[in-house]
Nanobody, 125 residues
Framework: QVQLVESGGGLVQAGGSLKLSCAAS????????MGWFRQAPGKQREFVAA????????YYADSVKGRFTISRDNAKNTGYLQMNSLKSEDTAVYYC??????????????????WGQGTQVTVSS
């Protein structure tokens, strides 16, 4: 298994930027697909972005395309989510997740078996 710890959350003004990190330990991180999800108060957890382990292909929710960038550094066992042009509606707890599954379901919560504890991102207007 793999353990995940998110960091980098905080308070930022609308239009600003923030970079989240997801540090992995346990089995080699390069063996896992990685995703980012977020959950706002009273709302369902939603997909944000994902990156494959095989070829590094990336996927984004329509709401963050052009503003967020997912990446990974396997040598450091760390994944990242660079968030630019932040909006108030981006306010949520952000979670990283990992999976060894084979398939096309990277945008679904059920694809992932391992989750971090979450980090709060608050965007003020």
């Amino acid at each position: 298994q793999v353990q995940l710890v998110e960091s980098g959350g905080g308070l930022v003004q609308a239009g600003g930027s923030l970079k989240l990190s997801c540090a992995a330990s346990g089995r080699t991180f390069r063996s896992y697909d990685m995703g980012w999800f977020r959950q706002a108060p009273g709302k369902q957890r939603e997909f944000v972005a994902a990156i494959r382990r095989s070829d590094g292909s990336t996927y984004y929710a329509d709401s963050v395309k052009g503003r967020f960038t997912i990446s990974r550094d396997n040598a450091k066992n760390t994944g990242y989510l660079q968030m630019n042009s932040l909006k108030s509606e981006d306010t949520a707890v952000y979670y990283c997740a990992a999976s060894r599954r084979v398939g096309t379901g990277l945008g679904s919560e059920v694809y992932y078996d391992y989750w971090g504890q979450g980090t709060q991102v608050t965007v003020s207007s």
